[in-house]
Nanobody, 115 residues
Framework: QVQLVESGGGLVQAGGSLRLSCAISGSIWSITAMAWYRQAPGKQRELVATIASAGITSYANSVKGRFTISRDNDKNTISLQMNSLKPEDTAVYYC?????????RGRGTQVTVSS
């Protein structure tokens, strides 16, 4: 089993920045990739960014150039640095892990961007 706990959400004005963190515990050895997702009210969940075990990253077009996903293996965390935030970035952000047998997701952290 893998446990994921997100932190760092909050309220920020448009153009501002936030840094989300995800603490990972449990069967960390089984994780092959990590990701950040988000879900806004009334919308489908969206894959925001991924980072593979080899460190390769990918981003949704909507956040490319503004968000950066990173990993700290010593602290067993991944982070999402979000810059130039827009009101449309408002959502609950979830940390996800792809395991060898199943996928995991945290409970999420709310990000609200005011205009």
């Amino acid at each position: 089993q893998v446990q994921l706990v997100e932190s760092g959400g909050g309220l920020v004005q448009a153009g501002g920045s936030l840094r989300l963190s995800c603490a990972i515990s449990g069967s960390i050895w089984s994780i092959t990739a990590m990701a950040w997702y988000r879900q806004a009210p009334g919308k489908q969940r969206e894959l925001v960014a991924t980072i593979a075990s080899a460190g390769i990253t990918s981003y949704a077009n909507s956040v490319k150039g503004r968000f950066t996903i990173s990993r700290d293996n010593d602290k067993n965390t991944i982070s999402l640095q979000m810059n130039s935030l827009k009101p449309e970035d408002t959502a609950v952000y979830y940390c996800g892990a792809q395991g060898s047998r199943q996928n995991y997701r945290g409970r999420g952290t709310q990000v609200t961007v005011s205009s």
